[in-house]
């Protein structure tokens, strides 16, 4: 089973600021790397696939970068609605799995 | 538009099967690449997959809940079902079913939901 980790569990940051979120994997994911991000009570989104491919709808504040066991999902300017959770998943083998997730709060 | 929506009961004892039901719009498992997912997320915790079916009937389990998984579709009324045998207080949680999306297994539409507590 591929183990996702992501750092920070909890980023603090200030609207208008730059997010760097970080997902690595305990082995080779290639590009198959997802992000999502999910709001209190609400289900997941998907933000990013393939590593680097917006979703429909997705501003473009939001991109994603990396290959292999690193990568990164990076938000240019938080807009206060950014502020949430953001999970990353593998779809290179199975079982299918997420990150423990990374928590973005206000400052 | 594809949406998603699951269904069940909210309250079963320990030792119970736990039958879900996705009902879904917009798409169809007559069309190739289509796929859906159960996903679970335990309260306050990270997200858990569990289940995927595909357009031709394939089927892919978490190996850590195989034994007490069952996942199937019904083409004809859009229908996914999912059971899990032998439920326990932690498997409450959060159950979702999502939409595959084409060219991946990863989950681009999500139903809302349905919070399950296993209690007695």
């Known amino acids: 089973e591929i183990v996702l980790t992501q750092s920070p569990a909890t980023l603090s940051l200030s609207p208008g600021e730059g997010a760097t979120l970080s997902c690595r994997a305990s082995?080779?994911?290639?590009?198959?790397l997802a992000w999502y991000q999910q709001k209190p009570g609400q289900a997941p989104r998907l933000l990013i696939y393939d590593s680097s491919k917006r979703a429909t709808g997705i501003p473009a504040r939001f991109s994603g970068s990396g290959s292999g066991t690193d990568f990164t999902l990076t938000i240019s300017s938080l807009e206060p609605e950014d502020f949430a959770l953001y999970y990353c998943?593998?779809?290179?083998?199975?079982?299918?799995?997420f990150g423990q997730g990374t928590r973005l709060e206000i400052k | 538009q594809i949406t998603l929506k699951e269904s069940g009961p909210t309250l079963v004892k320990p030792t119970q099967t736990l039958t879900l039901t996705c009902t879904f719009s917009?798409?169809?498992?007559?069309?190739?690449?289509?796929?859906v997912g159960w996903i679970r997320q335990p309260p306050g915790k990270a997200l858990e997959w569990l289940a995927l079916i595909f357009w031709d009937g394939e089927k892919r389990y978490s190996p850590s809940l195989k034994s007490r998984l069952t996942i199937s579709k019904d083409t004809f009324k859009n229908v996914v079902v999912l059971t899990v045998t032998n439920m326990d207080p932690v498997d409450t949680g959060t159950y979702y079913c999502a939409h595959r999306r084409g060219g991946g297994s990863d989950f681009d539409y999500w139903g809302q939901g349905i919070l399950v507590t296993v209690s007695s």
């Open positions: 917009g798409f169809s498992f007559s069309t190739s690449e289509v796929g």
């Open positions: 998943q593998q779809r290179t083998s199975y079982p299918l799995t």
């Open positions: 082995q080779s994911v290639r590009h198959y």
